[in-house]
């Protein structure tokens, strides 16, 4: 028997300003034939997000060659064609919307040689041309560890380099698709923080899965030892009867203690909350405001008279 809902999930679509860019952006993304993962994964958050000014963009088109058993994403072992137009179109999207932070996703595009590392480049390289000011975060998958894919993505200077770890290690074999591992997420995290020491990183934990409170510790301090400065760690939502049921619906309150745990870990912001996702309110957040605040400290001073 499915658990029910508790009111703490429950959200609300916004109103005024907030509802007129909401909509602005769902109708530009069409108009561009743009994929978003605040739609095809069906976020809670949708709205609030949109209407706030971010945004995240999933490239690369709506198929997934990985099946992980959480995930509302299409799978096929072969996914569509690359758009070469894509990387254009989102770049244009984003400034005409004038967005303050993004996020680039995408499915997993194993068929392809590069495994789509490129057209993150691309992607990037766009974004930065037509937004300079707009703050470029991507959420990629682990290119099956190959570290100079990762590279090719890093060298286009996101701000914020994403790859989520999921859920704890036990339970990895069970959610996520046999080609990840809780291992080789790791290694990516390790790759990104040893090669490229000035570039942020971020990743995500799913709760709800059966893990021990425990158990979520553990992963949390396996982020942090490889480096990671950024965690979001939100609760599953079961996203149809052919996905994972939903083990716990787990309490405010353990989502304020995982927090708190995390940021006596070390690490710089953790967005811990029923609702969060690996994106949530992207620019809104201490995200942004952090890396301002350094670039600020950062900035040359002139020599006084």
């Known amino acids: 028997m499915a658990l029910r809902k508790p009111p703490w999930l429950k959200v609300k679509l916004p109103t005024g300003a907030r509802m007129e860019r909401y909509q602005r952006l769902k109708k530009r993304a069409r108009d561009l034939n743009l994929h978003t993962v605040c739609e095809e994964a069906r976020c809670p958050n949708i709205g609030e997000c949109w209407g706030g000014g971010t945004a995240t963009f999933m490239v690369m088109g709506d198929v997934c060659t990985r099946g992980c058993r959480f995930c509302a994403v299409n799978t096929r072992r072969v996914g569509p064609a690359l758009d070469v137009e894509e990387p254009l179109s989102v770049a244009t999207a984003i400034a005409e919307l004038d967005l303050d932070y993004v996020v680039i ?55 914020v380099f994403a790859h989520n770890i999921e859920c704890v290690a036990r339970l990895t074999p069970i959610v996520r698709d046999p080609r990840a591992s809780y291992a080789q997420s790791l290694d990516v995290l390790r790759h990104l923080n040893t090669a490229w020491p000035g570039l942020y990183t971020k990743s995500s934990i799913q709760v709800g899965h059966g893990e021990r409170p425990a158990e979520v510790l553990e992963c949390m301090q396996d982020l942090r030892e490889v480096g990671v400065d950024f965690l979001t760690v939100g609760q599953y939502l079961r996203p149809s009867d052919k996905h994972l049921k939903v083990e716990e619906f787990v309490t405010p309150e353990t989502f304020a203690w995982y927090e708190q745990r995390g940021l006596e870990m070390g690490f710089h912001y953790v967005a811990s909350g029923p609702l969060v996702r690996s994106s949530y309110k992207a620019g809104e957040f201490f995200i942004r405001d952090f890396i301002q605040k350094r670039d600020a400290r950062q900035e040359p001073q002139c020599p006084s008279a």
């Open 105 to 159: 996703t995408s499915v997993n595009r194993d068929d392809l040689d590069d495994q789509g590392a490129g057209h993150f480049a691309e992607v990037i390289d766009r974004t930065h041309q037509l937004s300079p000011r707009t703050m470029v975060e991507v959420l990629t998958p682990d290119f099956r560890g190959r570290e100079d894919l990762i590279d090719l993505v890093a060298r286009a200077t996101p701000t």
